[in-house]
């Protein structure tokens, strides 16, 4: 009977929490699908797609040239990625406010379960939220900032979304599609690494086809129940991404003279123009409308105080330099 009640008891929160040495509001910040709160607090050994799936990929960048022994073997690689990589949970903190962040139990599960989980956080650090509260949430964790503050607006001064799916993403229409990919990349992987992508695929489509996503298909009832207009006024920032490239793949291999060669493979979500018909990619991931996962108009809030769009794609919002700094501009006012 001990071994049953055990394996029922819920476990704890994993919170990660900086307490404030100033006078201002606390603030939450809450992470997207599949993710955890690495990716605000530890985001160079964060994992997403349901920790499966290195966040730096998707922050690749085209490498440079550089030597290479003409007998070093040729390799695959996404590129070279910046560090150290910072987010507004190190900014705000460093400015000596209370800032949290937790790690959903159930990170593909429905969002009344996440809901939960913040007004459980929330009344754990009342004591620190005298001033008021500020939500900054990412993707998924966009709406569900959203939502708890038109549901609960109580002492709510602001909530911040970075590429959340306000008007839906249709993303989550494509699940049975994406094992198509297997066939178009498969050839770039020897043998040893086909089945660790074989598998990789299988996780992303179970997660594609999760609870989460069928919430944020266009017209689910979670999107229909967001308001046109909140019950109190509280701060609304938004932000929407415009570049859709997520991750591409180069080969690597050593010319005569000792250079690195480097040939781009494919790129995701590019590769999904090779399988779908014409006139059918959605604004998600057209070059200008979306993020590659997000379109960028549906990231609009209809009673947002201010909208941000950069040509960023869903991770790079997170860490982007300029990004980051307006989104502290207009979050100003809560800075005493």
């Not at 018909?277 to 959605?282: A, E, H, K, T, V």
Request: charged share 20%; glycine share 8%; with cysteine.
């Amino acid at each position: 009977m001990r071994q049953i009640i055990l394996q029922q008891r819920e476990r704890a929160q994993d919170v990660y929490f900086i307490p404030g040495t100033r006078s201002s509001p606390l603030f939450v910040f809450i992470h997207g699908l599949g993710m955890s709160k690495d990716v605000w607090v530890r985001p160079q050994g964060a994992k997403i797609l349901g920790g499966k799936f290195p966040l730096c990929v998707m922050l690749g960048q085209e490498p440079e040239p550089h030597e290479m022994p003409p007998d070093e073997a040729a390799f695959l690689t996404f590129g070279k990625t910046q560090r150290p990589l910072m987010t507004l949970f190190h900014d705000i903190s460093a400015l000596g406010c209370p800032c949290a962040a937790w790690s959903q139990r159930r990170p593909a599960g429905k969002a009344a379960y996440a809901l939960e989980e913040l007004s459980s956080l929330l009344e754990r650090y009342k004591n620190e939220a005298g001033a008021g509260i500020v939500l900054i949430g990412h993707s998924r964790g966009g709406v569900i900032a959203r939502k708890y503050a038109e549901s609960t607006p109580h002492n709510i001064l602001g909530i911040v979304t970075l590429g959340s799916p306000h008007g839906g993403s249709t993303m989550a229409l494509w699940a049975h599609r994406i094992s198509m990919i297997t066939s178009l990349i498969s050839p770039f992987f020897d043998n040893a690494q086909k089945n660790t992508f074989a598998n990789t695929i299988k996780m992303v489509l179970g997660l594609w086809e999760s609870e989460a996503i069928v919430e944020l298909m266009p017209g689910s009832a979670l999107i229909g129940s967001l308001e046109a207009t909140p019950r109190r006024e509280f701060l609304t920032l938004t932000l929407g991404g415009t570049r859709p490239e997520l991750f591409s793949l180069y080969s690597v291999r050593p010319d005569a003279r000792g250079m690195a060669v480097y040939k781009k493979r494919f790129s995701v979500p590019a590769v999904f123009s090779d399988i779908l018909p014409d006139g059918l990619i959605p604004d998600e991931i057209t070059n200008g409308m979306g993020d590659g996962l997000v379109s960028e108009r549906n990231t609009h809030i209809p009673y947002e105080d201010r909208h941000l769009a950069y040509y960023l794609n869903h991770i790079e919002m997170l860490f982007d330099d300029r990004a980051r700094g307006d989104v502290l501009e207009a979050l100003s006012v809560f800075f005493h």
